[in-house]
């Protein structure tokens, strides 16, 4: 049976065992600083001699300190947390943006919080509400439709949004926006193909109730053939989600639906394009030799896929890494010199779904 003392004893050894946390008082102990001249350098907030910041840093890394983020957070009053809200985290589209803007936040030591609406305005609303009480430094926010009531909620918020890959229906100079100009995309692959003898130019679009990537690209294909003088039947117009399921079900529509079918399609993105690719295929119909199709995006897959897709190449990774770059402005109040929409370059890529007639 152990003593009383036995029990002492070894309460004391698992004590001098434990894991002792080091407080930013131990590393101004030993440093011989303040405890201000710590946070100074931590933070980087003031400047501080180049002997005392080595020295600090020197106890830092031999103390093994990790500054506990929520109490500098509340110091700095910014937590070094940045928040995106997408519609679907599956879409490759989202991917390659959200990797430009992460590349951008491990650069400068923010963590970024990837949340996912659906695409559902109410989904949408609830997340704004969440970064907010998770204290967010900015958020670049990609939705559907932004319209008065998503615009009037982020006015609310604490934090700068910048809008990525979608702009607000409410109207350009509303909210800061980094995206590509979706009109004069659409606009210059149509005619694109119009250069290439298509007159009979059939549209896969996206959401209707989708601002940028649906209405805006409508927007451009029906504005290209206005200028060339062409009219096509309002059959040759179907709108799908940017999904393969839609892009599929779209082209059998304007198959089924039109006597004379259409030379070419343009797809709203890659991932219908191959849809509506795999359609024809199915009834028989080849592609390019009997209808040529172009996509939008230029995802990794296109040109490995039979036949290569051409497309209007966007580059999301650079839009992403200009849309963070814009909000850290923000963030750090340098608005001034910022517009309040910025586009990306476009490219019309050619390969072999498009053939000259």
Sequence with gaps: MRSESSGRQDDKRVFRSGVMSVTIEDIAKEAQVSVATVSRVINNSKAVSPELKKRVNDVIQKRNFKPNSLARGLITNQTNI????VPDISNPVFGALTRGINSFCQQKGYTLMVCESGGQQEKEVELL???????????????????SALVEEMKR?????????QEASEGEDIVHTVTHDNVKAVYDAVSFLIENGHQKI????????????????????????????IEVPASYIEHGNFSFDSGYD???????E????????????????????????????????????????????????????????????????KAVKTLFKLIHHKQQAIPKTQFIPHKIIRRISVRKI
Excluded: W
């Design 129 to 147: 509400g969440v970064l907010a009480d998770k204290k967010v430094d900015g958020v670049l926010f990609a939705g559907v439709d932004v319209n």
């Design 258 to 321: 039109n006597s004379a079918l259409p030379t070419a399609v343009m797809a709203c993105n890659d991932v219908m394009a191959i849809g509506a690719i795999r359609f024809l295929k199915s009834a028989k119909v080849s592609v390019p030799a009997d209808i040529s199709i172009m996509g939008f995006d230029d995802l990794e897959f296109g040109k490995y896929f039979s036949p290569e897709l051409t497309t209007v190449r966007i580059s999301y990774f650079d839009e992403g890494l």
């Design 250 to 256: 779209c082209m059998r529509k304007i198959y089924e």
């Design 82 to 85: 940045i928040g995106i809200i």
């Design 202 to 229: 059939a549209f896969i679009g996206g959401p209707e109730n989708d601002y940028s990537s649906g209405q805006k690209r409508l927007k451009g294909y029906r504005l290209a053939l206005k200028e060339h003088n």
């Design 157 to 165: 918020q604490g934090y700068p949004i910048v809008l990525v890959t």
